[in-house]
């Protein structure tokens, strides 16, 4: 069974607007865990853009509830996060200036902070993904790792798909990629810019077992509601 997890950062972003406590991300993890979600991502800022660290405590610290933190290699963000004591993590690349995350992790670069910082989740059995992108260079590196889980940037298909432009090419480097990662022993993760007709086109690939979603599940949820919008993306990953 293919999984959901649902991100509800811009649940955050939406309270932030105002400055006030309403939308509150706590609820809408616990909503959206009872619509049906399997998982709940939150990504903890270096900027604090949407996620706060009294948000995500809040959020670990439901019973039952299975939550993703992303968080970046910035060891003020790391010690956090040991703290919190999430379900899962992912680590992503981080760049202030973008608007959200823009690619998968340069590993070859930070191979060996990445490495320290998988090893400390993972003594305190704490499931560990890194996102990366489609690169059969990078899947090698993700097991010298060790990692638990590889996510897959699924931006660049998705803009893609939405531009009507040619994908094969894209589609292509993800489904050799999720291969080789599965033979390597590693659980595949997507996300990134997914939407009905882009997660149908992945449910296909059977080594995908988790898809990451937010800003359109989100977006889609304001004219159908999230039991309705959640309801959907399960039936795809039923498909
Ligand atoms: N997965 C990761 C690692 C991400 O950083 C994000 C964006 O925060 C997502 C999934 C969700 O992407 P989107 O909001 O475009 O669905």
Redesign the pocket.
């Known amino acids: 069974m293919k999984r959901l997890g649902v991100?509800i950062?811009?649940v955050a972003t939406l309270r932030n607007a105002r400055g006030e406590l309403h939308p509150d991300p706590v609820y809408a993890a616990k909503y959206v865990s009872k619509a049906g979600a399997d998982s709940i991502?939150i990504?903890l800022r270096e900027d604090r853009r949407h996620i706060k660290d009294l948000d995500a405590q809040k959020i670990c610290s439901i019973k039952k509830l299975l939550v993703n933190l992303?968080i970046s290699t910035n060891s003020e963000i790391v010690k956090k996060a040991l703290k919190i004591k999430p379900d899962f993590i992912?680590i992503?690349p981080e760049n202030r200036k973008e608007i959200?995350?823009e690619g998968g992790l340069d590993l070859k670069k930070n191979k060996i902070n990445i490495k320290k910082i998988i090893s400390k989740f993972k003594s305190k059995n704490i499931r560990t993904s890194l996102?990366i992108n489609p690169v059969l260079s990078d899947i090698e590196i993700s097991k010298e790792l060790k990692t638990d889980c590889v996510?897959i940037?699924t931006?660049r298909l998705?803009n893609l798909v939405k531009a009507k432009k040619n994908h094969s090419y894209e589609l292509k480097r993800i489904i050799q990629s999720s291969k080789l990662a599965r033979k390597l022993g590693i659980e595949v993760h997507a996300?990134?810019?997914?939407d009905y007709k882009t997660t149908k086109l992945l449910v296909k690939i059977k080594e995908i077992k988790e898809f990451?979603?937010?800003?359109?599940?989100i977006g889609e949820s304001i004219f159908y509601g999230l039991p309705k919008v959640i309801k959907n993306f399960k039936k795809i990953l039923k498909s």
């Open positions: 991100n950062d811009h991502t990504h992303e992912c992503v959200t995350t996102f996510e940037h931006g998705a996300g990134h810019g997914l990451n979603i937010g800003h359109y599940l």
